[in-house]
């Protein structure tokens, strides 16, 4: 029995000790071109995530460059819902912004970078290393530790706990939006079908109408 109930929990230690060891968020580098002009939303370049209700995410943006060098970059944190969490302008250096998503819904952080100088500047782009922070992943867990006075490996499971926490909340959401999906989909299913069994019987009708009608025209016209 008892090797029966360590079998049954290897999955589990399998799965704590991968969210362990993998690393809780990479980072994305890149570079943006600087363009002439007036600032305008098609020239922001974006990265998108998908976060759920009342989540806490930090975005840490390092951006090269300094002030003054004829580039302006601006950020602009937006979700799909139409919610604005921020927009700051003439990044340079690294900027941390913190925010508590007010819907399921998916959020871009963009960038535009915005020539200034009236002088020609050579190969005007700027180099952005961009971080973002969901959940658990966006505590400080240091914080954490020194306030309850947690030892390292009590941090460290409080963090898989709560990592864990927000799967299992994740497949809920996916297994209710399922639902919906299942039932939106039988509903479309159920009114097509009605809706075949309807034109059917007005063709029926429609042939049987057209069938007495000729026979009453022959009739009357004496060909039958």
């Known amino acids: 029995m008892a090797t029966t109930s360590i079998l049954r929990l290897l999955p ?4 704590l000790l991968l969210l362990a060891i ?5 980072a994305l580098k890149f570079d943006i071109q600087a363009h002439p002009g007036s600032e ?6 974006c990265v998108r995530n998908f976060v759920a209700a009342d989540t806490l995410v930090v975005v840490t943006a390092t951006v090269s460059g300094q002030r003054g060098d004829g580039q302006m970059v601006n ?13 700051p302008r003439d990044v340079s250096g690294e900027r941390r912004m913190a ?11 963009c960038f535009e970078n915005v020539l200034t100088s009236k002088h020609p500047v050579m190969n005007p782009t700027r180099n952005i290393e961009l971080d973002v922070d969901i959940g658990a992943d966006a505590k400080d867990w240091s914080a954490v530790q020194a306030a309850e006075k947690l030892k390292p490996v009590e ?10 926490s927000e799967i299992v909340s994740e497949m809920e959401y996916l297994r209710s939006r399922e639902q919906r999906l299942r039932d939106t989909n039988e509903s479309t299913n159920e009114r097509v079908k009605w809706f075949a069994f309807g034109t059917m019987g007005m063709l029926v009708g429609l042939g049987a109408w057209q069938v007495v009608y000729l026979r009453a025209y022959f009739r009357s016209k004496h060909l039958i």
Do not use: Q, W
């Open 75 to 87: 950020m602009h944190i937006k979700d799909a819902m139409g919610n604005e969490y921020g927009k």
């Open 40 to 45: 305008s939303p098609k020239h922001e370049r």
């Open 12 to 15: 589990l230690f399998s799965l």
């Open 155 to 164: 941090t460290e499971l409080r963090r898989i706990e709560e990592m864990v």
């Open 99 to 109: 925010f508590t998503s007010v819907a399921d819904s998916a959020f871009d952080v």
């Open 22 to 26: 993998i690393p809780s968020s990479t």
